[in-house]
Nanobody
């Protein structure tokens, strides 16, 4: 099992930046797939960034060039740097890891982009 705790959400103006962090309860060195998802009210949860254990990353077009995912295995943490935020980025952001075919999720952190 893996427990995940997200932090870093909050209220930010359009064009601003936030950095989210997700700390795992165990070593992530051997975990291949880790990622960030988001869910806005009335919408399905969607992937916003993923990173493998060899640091390959993937982003949907909606955030490409604005969001950057990274991982620090020593700190058991993954990060999501979000720049040039838009109102449509408003959502609850969730950390996800896949271990032995099972998905583990954090409780999420709310990001609100508004003036």
């Amino acid at each position: 099992q893996v427990q995940l705790v997200e932090s870093g959400g909050g209220l930010v103006q359009p064009g601003g930046s936030l950095r989210l962090a997700c700390v795992a309860s165990r070593s992530i060195f051997s975990i291949g797939a880790m990622g960030w998802y988001r869910q806005a009210p009335g919408r399905e949860r969607e992937l916003v960034a993923s990173i493998t254990n060899v640091f390959m990353t993937n982003y949907p077009d909606s955030v490409k060039g604005r969001f950057t995912i990274s991982r620090d295995n020593a700190k058991k943490t993954i990060y999501l740097q979000m720049n040039s935020l838009k109102p449509e980025d408003t959502a609850v952001y969730y950390c996800n890891v896949k271990v032995m075919g099972m998905d583990y999720w954090g409780k999420g952190t709310l990001v609100t982009v508004s003036s």
